[in-house]
C-alpha cells in the first residue's frame, strides 16, 4: 500500500526558511513518478488547493507558482523515494497546509499535510 508522509512544517516568521520533506513507501517505482506540493488554506476545500510546485521523475524538469517562484525550490532524491520543498523569505500569505501528491497513471496519492504558519 502506497503512503504519503510530508514533514517538516511550523511556526516560522516572514522572512524565515523551512524545508518539507516527503517520503514515499510503498512504491518501488518511485522515481517513475511526477510529484507535487499543493497548499490549503482555511475555507478552500479540497479540490481549491493551490499547486506550489511539481517535478517530474527525473527531476530535470519544474513547475512554480507565480507566486514563489524565486522562493521554493522543489527536488527530489530518487534513491531515497523523498521529495523536498525548499521554501526559503515566507510571507504571511505562504501560511497553510501543504501536501504532497504522488501522481500515478491510475491513482493520485495524497499526504495528510504539514501545517506551515508564518507570523508577520
Known amino acids: 500500500q502506497v503512503q504519503v508522509e510530508e514533514s517538516g512544517g511550523g511556526l516560522v516568521q516572514a522572512g524565515d526558511s523551512v524545508m518539507l520533506s516527503c517520503v514515499v513507501s510503498?512504491?518501488?517505482?518511485?522515481?517513475?513518478?511526477?510529484m507535487g506540493w499543493f497548499r490549503q488554506v482555511p475555507g478552500k476545500e479540497r479540490e481549491e488547493r493551490e499547486c506550489?510546485?511539481?517535478?517530474?521523475?527525473?527531476?530535470?524538469?519544474?513547475y512554480y507558482t507565480d507566486s514563489v517562484k524565486g522562493r521554493f525550490t522543489i527536488s527530489r532524491d530518487n534513491a531515497k523515494n523523498t521529495v523536498y520543498l525548499q521554501m526559503n523569505s515566507l510571507k504571511p500569505e505562504d501560511a497553510a497546509v501543504y501536501y504532497c501528491?504522488?501522481?500515478?497513471?491510475?491513482?493520485?496519492?495524497w499526504g495528510q499535510g504539514t501545517q506551515v504558519t508564518v507570523s508577520s
Open positions: 506550489v510546485a511539481t517535478i517530474n521523475y527525473s527531476g530535470d524538469t519544474t
Open positions: 510503498g512504491r518501488r517505482t518511485f522515481d517513475k513518478y511526477a
Open positions: 501528491k504522488l501522481e500515478t497513471a491510475n491513482n493520485d496519492y
